[in-house]
């Protein structure tokens, strides 16, 4: 017997019983690069020359990310409120997925933020300078604005310089300042040249302190390009002109500047680090998310560790008890296993050795096994619904005319010589009545001979049997003749594998249900063990699941000699955390280790599934039993 330990908390899919390195990272990069895509889109030239292209490209990236999201919020949701466990991926990934499609979407709208905000605030400007005309030697005194309509970048002559004498201001929340460019004050008759600013000269009074106002070096001016901002300029100039009594035909606003091509690739490199300072702050940011989410996840898997994984009506106390109270499995105690019933059943003793026989048969001292080449795998799931064990085995279901073989040595002593008895009816009778087809397996089996008494004999036998009869003792002549000793064969359609403490009981059955009764019985026998008070003698609380997984490989033999030479060097322990379970075994363990080395797929939902359509079961019966096989599926 194997039961597992109790269960609580969130389903599989949302927690984890170890940190996940893979989705660690992915979920620190993943968003982060969704972060560094949108705001770079929206951040630089891309934007200003084929504005649809990253609007498409958006609002693409936007949509898939969107639906993946809700698609995953929606899965947790019917998990967490209906019950929908098996909706919920239990890979490897799946506890980060809900994190980075979510973080990601976060990253996304941040993204488009700070893009926006940049290309607004510094990128804008620039690419509008750009795309215009660089203009040299203007001289305000004797050139129109009508004339440079299409400057961007411009060097004014020297002497060229501002007269704060006619500059103005114009509050609107801002205040917008305006300087007329002149050339050694001269009085002009239209002053079409502005120098612009924010915030950088008072509403009431003649000043203006923007841009390189007090450089006595060249002077030059970048464009303004802003709508918004122009018409603001353009109404201090009207009330300059109305304050002054001067004209401004046609006014063209700059930002006043020494050097107009330094300036615009000191802008652009300002641009540039609002956007690395962007991604550095986000990298920050999804760096704390994960870190938080880590320290989670770590807590929530030694809550589980503690206390199980899924919800349950006990304390954490009384799980606690159960798991300190819970005595290991024996043969002793809680399994059914007697020697004297060698014909139906074998304990394959821990620790110990499996060998492998060609073709299919597996031997542990006297005893054979000869796995049938056609078999279906079932699995039978036990609950304890008082106590909250879980048992679990695996049954090879052998096909009609391919049935499973047992053969175990017989050691014959004889004491003195007797006449050979003819043989009745009776100890002819055999297995053939379980298949139709058993005598012609018998036939193609060369290895083995038939014997009066109706069971397999090696063809050692024959040789032994002479010798007994000329010597008393039979066995021995074996030593001296270098012989083995006979062995008797019996064929059955079921083989139910199940771990105990001591080793792995091998259980020969005629048909599922008698395998299912043994697993009940352990079941029952524990309860007794247990002291469990109160219980009707046929143990209405011990439910049983069964579940079809697929069928067994033709080379089924082979590969289960396997899976029981490696578990038999393991020690049994009804709990251990998951970095430590594949060092150790318990039933459930060790039949997931035979499902996964056939590689066949049993999850936990399926389980749930089968009990659903049970109503002696039903659904909370199944979502336990079902994440407690879901618990242990990546760390045996």
């Keep these: 017997m194997g039961p ?72 947790s949701c019917r998990a967490v409120i209906f019950g929908h466990f098996h909706l919920v991926e239990t890979g490897r990934f799946a506890v980060w997925l809900l994190f980075i499609a979510v973080t990601a979407s976060i990253a996304f709208v941040l993204g488009l933020l700070m893009g926006s905000y940049n290309y607004q605030t510094n990128m804008r400007s620039i690419f509008d300078v750009v795309s215009l005309n660089s203009y040299v030697e203007v001289n305000p005194s004797t050139m129109r604005g009508q004339e440079l309509m299409d400057a961007g970048k411009v060097q004014f002559v020297a002497g060229a310089g501002l007269d704060v004498r006619l500059a103005n201001g114009f509050k609107n929340t801002d205040v917008f300042c305006v300087a007329p460019i002149t050339v050694n004050n001269l009085v002009l008759a239209s002053y079409d040249f502005w120098a612009v600013g924010k915030n950088c000269c008072s509403d009431q009074q003649a000043d203006f302190k923007c841009g390189a106002y007090n450089s006595d070096g060249p002077k030059g001016g970048l464009r303004i390009t802003s709508d918004e901002d122009r018409d603001f300029y353009r109404l201090a100039v009207q009330q300059a002109e109305s304050a002054y009594a001067i004209k401004a035909i046609h006014p063209l606003f700059f930002e006043w500047t020494a050097d107009s091509s330094k300036q615009v690739q000191d802008d652009e490199r300002a641009g540039y680090q609002m956007f690395l300072i962007g991604i550095i702050g986000h990298f920050a940011f999804q760096a704390f998310l994960v870190m938080i989410s880590v320290a989670c996840f770590t807590k929530n898997s030694e809550f589980s560790d503690a206390m199980g994984q899924y919800f349950s009506l006990r304390g954490a106390e009384e799980w606690a008890e159960t798991l300190d109270k819970t005595a290991l499995p024996s043969i002793w105690s809680t399994a059914t296993y007697t020697p004297l019933a060698k014909s139906r059943q074998i304990l394959l003793t821990r620790p110990g050795n499996v060998e492998y026989v060609f073709p299919g048969t597996f031997r542990q001292g006297g005893n054979y096994v000869q796995v049938s080449e056609a078999a279906e795998v079932v699995l039978i799931v036990g609950f304890d619904a008082d106590s909250g064990r879980c048992y679990s085995g695996v049954v090879l279901q052998a096909h009609c005319n391919f049935p499973h073989k047992f053969s175990r040595t017989v050691e014959e002593v004889t004491s003195a010589e007797k006449k050979e008895a003819p043989a009745s009816p009776s100890d002819w009778e055999s297995q053939d009545t379980r298949c139709p087809s058993v005598e012609k397996l018998r036939r193609e089996c060369s290895w083995m001979s038939r014997s009066p008494s109706g069971a397999r004999i090696s063809p050692t036998s024959t040789l032994a049997k002479s010798a007994s009869r000329s010597s008393g003792l039979s066995l021995e002549k074996f030593g001296e003749l270098e012989e083995a000793p006979p062995t008797r064969e019996q064929l059955w359609p079921c083989c139910l594998f199940y771990a105990v403490k001591e080793g792995i009981l091998v259980h020969f059955a005629d048909d599922i249900e008698s395998c299912e009764e043994v697993v009940r019985s352990v079941q029952a026998r524990y309860r007794d063990a247990q002291g469990t008070v109160g219980a009707p003698p046929n143990h209405p609380q011990v439910h049983i699941v069964r579940h079809s997984a697929g069928g067994a490989p033709p080379v089924a033999g082979r590969m289960i000699s396997q899976v029981l030479r490696n578990d038999l060097k393991r020690d049994f322990k009804v709990f251990s955390t998951a970095s430590q379970q594949k060092d150790f075994t318990n039933c459930v363990a060790f039949s997931m280790r035979i499902i996964k080395d056939f590689q066949l797929a049993v999850r936990g939902f399926d389980i749930v599934k089968v009990c659903q359509s049970n109503p002696a079961l039903g659904h909370k019966t199944g979502e336990v039993v079902g994440s407690a096989w879901e618990k242990l599926y990546h760390a045996v």
Excluded: D, E, H
């Design 4 to 75: 597992s330990k109790p269960l609580m908390g969130p389903p599989q899919a949302m927690t984890r019983q170890r940190v996940n390195l893979v989705g660690i990272i992915m979920a620190l990069f993943v968003p982060w690069f969704v972060f560094i895509a949108i705001c770079g889109l929206w951040s630089f030239k891309l934007r200003y020359i084929s504005p649809g292209v990253v609007i498409a490209i958006t609002v693409s990236l936007g949509v898939l990310l969107g639906l993946y999201t809700l698609y995953r919020v929606q899965l």
